[in-house]
């Protein structure tokens, strides 16, 4: 769209162009919008409007950031309540509806915009064969809202200005919450004590994660040109989502992977000018990704390992950024690694010379009319 068309798309048309970008303030507003998720009055909500439904299977609806929000929901929703969930692409949902959409299945669809088309006709779709449906949302009063069963505004609204850096997480949070708020009272008591002790944590680790992403950013800035991220179950998702903004943000190549996947070849193309980022907060899996790391660092790639288990044993030569040891790590380890992993790529964007708030495609003509045919109007 060209940068002057974009800075007119900012608020009073102020692009920032020096830190603190837009994203800085996303990421120190992540705490409290995630207490705000959890507050009583939010929480009343969604036990209000699913008061009595048990569903037996759980499907997650989104798409790119949405979509990797929903990898973590579903993830978090089957390993805490025991019934199947499945994450699904809005357009594979759509056109290739999966069994076992019906009366006792609970479809939760997320979009930022709550206009992406796919994922209200997704919906719309789900509701007509008989499931509840709810949804997570910038915009209360858009279609993916107004159409749902049951409808959750993200506490902060729309994030400002184009990276879903808050909203990814705030919608994860929300979406695991419209599961567990199903689940008998002391599972999901439970589950909210732990998540507000984790936003405690978040806020005492945001300067230590800070000094790690600029420390890590300055010496990848001018080595790093493509990533490999990787991690297990929870942070699939993470891998997905911080792998996607590198590429969206930075414009160079970027792969998300899970654990046991990333070691099925990808190393074929280990070179000095490729950052690794793995992550690790499920110690069911430590002793793997343990192995794995010690892997990486015999080649010339650069590895950064973002862990609750500093004491692991990881190779000398890797950059590791510690995280608080959480109750439900296998849930809510997903929040303290993305905040870890965020700080680094807004370092990184900034110095590589770029502005972590703009995607790079919008400063490259050659690439304004992609968005036209990707998203016609009305669609996205």
């Known amino acids: 769209m060209g940068l002057e068309r974009l800075k007119a798309k900012f608020p009073n048309g102020v692009l920032r162009e020096k830190h603190p970008f837009y994203m800085a303030d996303a990421l120190q507003d992540i705490p409290g919008c995630l207490d705000a ?17 048990s569903p037996h ?22 390993t805490l309540l025991g019934v199947p969930a ?50 997570v949302t910038g915009k209360p009063n858009s279609r993916l809202a107004t159409g749902a069963d049951l409808s959750v505004s993200d506490p902060y609204l729309l994030e400002i200005p184009l990276g879903k850096t808050r909203s990814y997480l705030s919608s994860a949070l929300q ?10 009272p002391a599972k999901r008591s439970e589950f909210v004590q732990n998540a507000k002790a984790m ?26 040109d493509h990533y490999m991220l990787a991690g297990f179950g929870v942070q699939k998702a993470n891998a997905d989502e911080i792998g996607l903004k590198l590429i969206e943000v930075l414009g160079e190549s970027a792969t998300g992977f899970g654990l046991e996947e990333f070691t099925h070849g990808v ?13 690790q907060t499920d110690d069911r899996a430590l002793e793997r990704a343990v192995r794995v790391a010690n892997g990486v660092v ?4 650069s590895l950064v390992v973002i862990t609750d288990r500093l004491e692991a044993g990881w190779p000398q030569n890797a950059r590791v950024i510690g995280l608080p040891k959480l109750e439900n790590p296998q849930q809510l380890g997903l929040f303290t690694a993305a905040v870890a992993a ?30 036209q045919y990707f998203f016609p109007p009305g669609s996205h």
């Open 199 to 224: 936003v405690g944590w978040m806020r005492a680790n945001m300067s230590s994660w800070e000094k790690s992403g600029q420390a890590i950013a300055a010496e990848w800035a001018s080595i790093t």
């Open 175 to 184: 979406a695991m919450l419209e599961g567990v708020m199903t689940a008998a």
């Open 57 to 78: 299977r759980i499907f997650t609806v989104g798409c790119g950031t949405s979509y990797n929000a929903c990898q973590a929901a579903a993830y978090a929703c089957q």
């Open 342 to 371: 965020q700080h680094l790529m807004y370092y990184l964007a900034i110095a590589k010379g770029l502005n972590p708030d703009v995607n790079s495609q919008n400063i490259h003509p050659e690439l304004g009319d992609i968005y």
């Open 267 to 279: 190393n074929g193309s280990f070179r000095k000018d490729m950052g690794i980022i793995l992550f």
């Open 86 to 135: 499945v994450v699904r692409d809005a357009y594979d949902f759509e056109l290739d509806t999966p069994p076992g959409v019906d009366s006792g299945a609970l479809v939760i669809s997320i979009s930022q915009s709550g206009q992406s088309l796919t994922t209200c006709l997704s919906q719309e779709k789900a509701r007509q064969q008989g499931a509840i449906t709810v949804s």
């Open 37 to 53: 998720c959890l507050s009583d009055e939010a929480l009343g909500v969604i036990q209000n409007g699913l008061d009595g439904f």
């Open 298 to 301: 015999l080649s010339q790639a």
